[in-house]
């Protein structure tokens, strides 16, 4: 029964193509939490290599995190299915520079424009996508 529910309405709802994620992360905040186990977590070899780089480097792991959440929430609107923090990955083409999401599934194809921001105590990044699989 679930399954013919299910299917009857994949029928009536048309495929959501375009969606929005948005993540605004309070840095004193994300400091607490900000722990060795959480790091190992939550980021790859590659974004851990670019937050340490700055001076910073907590500000980057903030912003980094931030992204992450906002790509998670848009993909979500489209696609439910579970997905790990590493499996999104945000990385820059140089220091300061344009970020880019990359999703680490197979099966996942989408288009995504990515802004972070920070300013103060607060790191922020906005996502769109378009689902293309």
């Known amino acids: 029964m679930e399954k013919e529910i299910k299917t009857a309405l994949e029928e009536l709802i048309p495929a959501q193509k375009f969606s929005a994620g948005n993540d605004i992360v309070f840095i004193p905040d994300f400091e607490?939490?900000?722990?060795?186990?959480?790091?190992a977590k939550v980021y790859t070899e590659n974004?851990?290599?670019y937050c340490e780089q700055f001076e910073n480097p907590l500000l980057r792991y903030a912003s980094t995190w931030a992204a992450k959440e906002a790509v998670y929430k848009a993909i979500k609107q489209v696609d439910p299915s579970a997905l790990g923090p590493k499996k999104?990955?945000?990385l820059r083409?140089?220091?300061v520079g344009r970020p880019t999401a990359f999703i680490h599934r197979d099966g996942l194809?989408?288009?995504?424009?990515?802004s972070i921001?920070?300013?103060g105590n607060y790191a922020w990044a906005?996502?769109?996508i378009e689902n293309i699989s």
């Open 126 to 128: 906005i996502a769109f």
């Open 32 to 39: 607490k939490s900000f722990t060795p186990s959480f790091k």
């Open 109 to 114: 194809k989408f288009d995504i424009g990515l």
């Open 88 to 90: 999104i990955e945000i």
């Open 47 to 49: 974004e851990i290599a």
């Open 117 to 119: 921001s920070h300013d």
């Open 93 to 95: 083409d140089k220091p």
